[in-house]
């Protein structure tokens, strides 16, 4: 199961000739990203792993949280 939804659009800014633009999670989560304005592919290995950090804390909080007695 997981906990971030992959299809959740995110802002970018090329870090070249600084467009915005939109990419979804799950884009973000392949191998690099490319300016639909200048053509620049960047690396987003370095957002894939903290995207996976939080999709872990996220699971871990709600393991501890279903074991909580109110």
């Known amino acids: 199961m997981t906990v971030?939804?992959?299809?959740?659009n995110?802002?970018?800014q090329c870090p070249q000739c600084k467009a915005k633009f939109t990419k979804t999670i799950r884009e973000l989560k392949g191998s690099g990203v490319k300016c639909p304005k200048c053509g620049i592919r960047f690396e987003t290995?370095?957002?894939k792993k903290g995207l996976d950090d939080v999709e872990r804390s996220l699971k871990d909080f709600q393991q501890r949280?279903?074991?909580i007695k109110l």
């Open 4 to 8: 971030i939804n992959d299809s959740t």
């Open 10 to 12: 995110l802002k970018i």
């Open 45 to 47: 290995s370095q957002l």
């Open 65 to 67: 949280f279903k074991n």
